[in-house]
């Protein structure tokens, strides 16, 4: 395996992974619409954020969910980029954007759904963008280790991973988020790796607790689903933070 121990750090605009200090990656689960993000990219960093999630295309199992603003969605967390100056973070689902992500998209985002899309992996691998590699619901360790080759085979090693909850026969969590993996895949790969207390356990109630674990457990930063109203998110609301708690849990982070 080429990622064997490895040490890489990955610098994503002003920001680099691996350096020892956290960065704090937080916004909706999706763009609502250009008033909500702009909103919640100013105090999500003001709260102390480094850079702004949203999605613009969301995978979701129901089809009849909210399935995301798709390109109009973009245009918008670009707005709110430009007026806040964070760089932000978003999934691809589909090779017909990958252009538009380049262009536009600080780090590119490829979903638990996508892990073992090794057509779209290869895609990515062929950029020089940096991609944020989401642990497949149901994959080992060694299936994560075989994903990030796929990219990096293309011949991109500007990889960040992230340990999002695996799904087990516990149902009180969401998924079962396997800390472990932390430690384990930093030094199986040398590669960044972050964490996702929100789909991790998809409970708010847990979000804070788990951060800090994920923080103590060796991990380069967080992937934080935050709102101004968390009960009038559109989706993954159950798993969705308010800014004074993020502001909180980032707090405690740095002084890790």
């Known amino acids: 395996m080429r990622l064997l121990r490895k040490e890489r750090t990955v610098t994503v605009s002003d920001f680099t992974f691996g350096l020892g200090t956290p960065i704090v ?17 100013k105090a999500v960093k003001q709260a102390g954020a480094q850079m702004l999630r949203g999605g613009v295309f969301k995978p979701r199992t129901n089809p009849y969910d909210f399935q995301g603003l798709g390109l109009k969605g973009l ?13 932000i973070v978003t999934e ?20 638990s759904r996508n892990m073992y ?22 994959a080992t360790i060694k299936e994560w280790i075989m994903a990030a080759e796929h990219i990096l085979k293309a011949g991109n090693d500007q990889i960040i ?64 689903e935050a709102h101004i109203n968390p009960d009038e998110a559109v989706s993954d609301k159950e798993q969705t933070i308010d800014i004074g708690l993020l502001e909180k849990i980032i707090r405690a982070c740095n002084t890790y």
Not at 75 to 85: C, M, R, S
Not at 92 to 111: S, T
């Open 117 to 138: 899309n090794y057509a779209l992996l290869r895609a990515v691998g062929e950029t020089k963008k940096p991609i944020l590699l989401k642990r497949g619901m149901s």
């Open 25 to 41: 990656i937080a916004g909706p689960c999706s763009v609502e619409s250009r008033e909500q993000i702009i909103e919640i990219a």
């Open 75 to 87: 245009d918008y967390l670009l707005e709110a980029k430009a007026l806040t100056g964070l760089p």
């Open 92 to 111: 691809l689902m589909d090779e017909r954007y990958l252009d538009i992500f380049v262009e536009q998209v600080d780090l590119i985002q490829i979903g």
């Open 161 to 224: 991973l992230c340990e999002r909850g695996i799904r087990t026969f516990e149902t009180y969590t969401r998924n079962t988020l396997d800390l472990a993996a932390v430690p384990i895949m930093k030094r199986e790969t040398g590669l960044p790796v972050i964490v996702d207390p929100s789909h991790g356990t998809g409970r708010r109630d847990l979000i804070e607790i788990m951060s800090k674990t994920a923080i103590a457990s060796g991990a380069d930063g967080l992937l934080i």
